[in-house]
C-alpha cells in the first residue's frame, strides 16, 4: 500500500474517530453543567421557599459552572440583602455553599469582631441588587 493509499484509507477514519471524540467530549462537559445547574437550582429554591436547609449545597465551582454566580444574602439584623459571586470569597471551589454563610458579615451592623449572623436567601445568575459591600471574610484575620 502506498503512503498515499494509506492516508485515505485511514485518514477519514482517523479524523472522524477525532470529531466524535471531540463532540462527545463536549456533550459530556454540557451534561456536566446542566447537572450542576439542576442541582444549584434545586438548592436554591429549597432555600427560597422553605428556608432550608442549607445542607447539603453545592459547591461554589458546581454553581458557577452552572451559571449561577450570584449567592443573595440577608443580614438576620437590620435585613439588609447583597448578592456577591461565591468565588469573591476567597475558599477552594470544592467549598459547600453553605460553609460561606458563617464568614459572611454586614458592614453596617458588625461592631468590632462581634457581628449578626446573615443568611443565604438565593442563588441568582446575575446581580439583581446591592453589590458586595460587606466586610470580606479575610479581613478579620
Ligand atoms: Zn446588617
Known sequence: MSTKTRRVTWGGKIMGAEMRAKCTREAARKAIRDANRAEAEAWSLRLEGYGG???????????????????EVECNRCKTR???????????????????????????CRKGRHAPPVHMIKLTETREITPYKWVHPDEDR
Open 82 to 108: 447583597v448578592s456577591l459571586p461565591p468565588d469573591a470569597i476567597r475558599r477552594p471551589r470544592e467549598t459547600p455553599l453553605w460553609k460561606l454563610e458563617a464568614s459572611l458579615k454586614c458592614r453596617s
Open 53 to 71: 436547609p442549607a445542607q447539603p449545597s453545592p459547591t461554589i465551582g458546581q454553581c458557577l459552572n452552572g451559571g449561577l454566580g450570584r449567592l
